[in-house]
Every structure is written in C-alpha cells, then in structure tokens.
Nanobody, 124 residues
Framework: QVQLVESGGGLVQAGGSLRLSCAAS????????MGWFRQAPGKEREFVAA????????FYADSVKGRFTISRDNAKRTMYLQMDSLKAEDTAVYYC?????????????????WGQGTQVTVSS
C-alpha cells in the first residue's frame, strides 16, 4: 500500500509564503508522477501542479503560474510545493497525489494514491 503524508500547511497573511511537503512510503517513488490538488469550501477539487516521473516536466494551473513551484527529491521520496505571493483565494485543503504512467496530469481521477490533505489559510 502506498501512503502519502502532507505537511507544511498553516495560516499566513496575503503575500506570504509556505512550503508544502508530501512524503511517500514506496521505494518506486522515482517512477511515480506526482501532483498537487486543492479543494476550497463549497468547491470541487482542482488541479494545482504536477511533475512527471520520466522527464521531470512540470505543469501548473494558470491561477498559480509564476507563484508556485513544484519539485521532487527522489532520494528523500518527497515532493514539495513552494507557494509564494499567496492570495486569499489560495485558501483550501491541499492534497498530494501519485500515479504511474499518467498522460493527463490535471485530471484527479487519473491518480491512484492520495494523501489526507493539509489546510492552507491565507488571510487578507
């Protein structure tokens, strides 16, 4: 069983920064594509960012381009999301996800494994 554990969420003022982490329990971490999704109150879960396993390409939702940076450390089996210039609309529960051989990184149903989520609250 693959387990994903998020950390790093919290309360921050608008314009501030946070870095989220997602630790994976599998040795095959390097062969998994990884992504971040978020869900705000009353809204559906939406794509935030992803990184492929085979070539390291990164993908971002338009709403976070230029502000968020996704990365991974295969030795530590950990994925990160650096969140800068945070806005009130970034407030949500953030989930990390993993899946092999993904062709559509922005579709949540394509991911096989999910973490429990970490709350990010941005005050204005």
């Amino acid at each position: 069983q693959v387990q994903l554990v998020e950390s790093g969420g919290g309360l921050v003022q608008a314009g501030g920064s946070l870095r989220l982490s997602c630790a994976a329990s599998v040795r095959s971490f390097s062969s998994l594509s990884m992504g971040w999704f978020r869900q705000a109150p009353g809204k559906e879960r939406e794509f935030v960012a992803a990184v492929s396993w085979h070539d390291g390409r990164t993908f971002y939702a338009d709403s976070v381009k230029g502000r968020f940076t996704i990365s991974r450390d295969n030795a530590k089996r950990t994925m990160y999301l650096q969140m800068d210039s945070l806005k009130a609309e970034d407030t949500a529960v953030y989930y990390c996800a993993a899946g092999p051989g993904l062709s559509d990184y922005a579709t949540s149903r394509n991911y096989d494994y999910w973490g429990q989520g970490t709350q990010v609250t941005v005050s204005s």
